[in-house]
């Protein structure tokens, strides 16, 4: 019965900490799309929010982005959704100079044991001074962890699963 009674509780701290989505501060890597490629930082900010800068090339154009990214957990710990938006900004070829606003929508996969983060995105970007005023982009990404998060320990779990640890004060 205690075996049983531990196999269910590891399996519910696995299950039901959304915290644990992302397990990484810092990652970079490259982005590969159909028609373009570039390189790819990502930096957490906040429980499940990280920021994104993107440089690209295409063959007639540049483009920087910056991105704000919100994550939401899926099946596990390690892999999860994330939605977002943006700016970009750039060159293209007998053109001059470009920018807009981006969205974006992916899923991402931490591999268990490797410092590595997959990930597979779509990007629309509606342009404010473009040759068109659409794009829809998508891309795949791989990136290596720089900076690891450190994991939470037994009773940070625990806090989190229960809603403890806030103590607020009435004034």
Not at 11 to 30: D, E, I, M, N, V
Not at 59 to 88: D, I, K, W
Not at 151 to 160: A, D, H, L, R, T
């Amino acid at each position: 019965m205690k075996k049983l009674l531990l196999a269910v509780l590891g399996l519910s701290l696995y299950f039901c900490t959304p915290a644990w989505a992302q397990r990484y501060k810092t990652a970079a890597g490259l982005r590969l799309g159909s028609e373009e490629v570039g390189l790819t930082v990502q930096q957490k900010i906040l429980e499940k929010t990280t920021l994104e800068g993107l440089v690209t090339a295409a063959p007639r154009e540049v483009t920087v982005t910056a991105l704000a990214e919100r994550h939401f957990p899926m099946l596990g710990q390690r892999f999860n959704y994330y939605l977002g938006g943006g700016v970009h900004a750039g060159n293209m070829k007998d053109y001059g100079a470009i920018y807009g606003f981006d969205g974006i929508a992916g899923i991402e996969y931490k591999i268990n044991g490797l410092p590595f983060l997959l990930s597979g995105d779509i990007k629309p970007a509606f342009h404010l001074r473009h040759e068109t005023w659409f794009n829809l982009g998508g891309a795949f990404s791989i990136r290596y962890v720089l900076v690891k998060e450190k994991p939470p320990g037994p009773m940070e779990i625990i806090k989190g699963i229960f809603g403890g640890g806030k103590n607020k004060k009435k004034k």
